[in-house]
């Protein structure tokens, strides 16, 4: 099975189905980190820094892989920690390409 970090996200069309949650429980044993599942719809983790000059540039680094991947979290930029939450808007819940950008984010 292809590394998630290696895939690369594709564009939604809206018509698939939000994961259910064996798949995601399946895709969260594949992450690095330890991402929280809300509602079945939205995965979250919160990445703890130094200081608020590197939370700022682990969220640049983040913009930049959202952009590239087409596929853009929220997130919440605190003085020592940045919160990182994915969802798929198209389809009102989870799918791979979350997963794929968590796993991405994983490795900064
Ligand atoms: C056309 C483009 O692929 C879509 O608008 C993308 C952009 N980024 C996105 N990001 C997220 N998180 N969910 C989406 O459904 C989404 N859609």
Not at 53 to 58: E, G, H, L, V
Not at 59 to 86: G, M
Not at 88 to 108: P, Q, V
């Amino acid at each position: 099975m292809l590394l998630l970090k290696e895939q690369k996200c594709e564009p939604c069309n809206g018509n698939e189905e939000p994961l259910k949650s064996e798949k995601i429980e399946k895709y969260l044993e594949r992450l690095k980190n330890d991402w929280n599942v809300i509602d079945n719809k939205t995965i979250k983790y919160s990445f703890p820094f130094e200081n608020f000059k590197r939370s700022m540039a682990f969220a640049q680094e983040v913009a930049r892989i959202a952009e590239k991947e087409d596929h853009h979290p929220d997130l919440c930029i605190h003085y020592k920690s940045v919160d990182v939450e994915l969802s798929t808007h198209a389809i009102g819940g989870l799918s791979e390409n979350d997963f794929i950008m968590a796993a991405k984010i994983d490795e900064l």
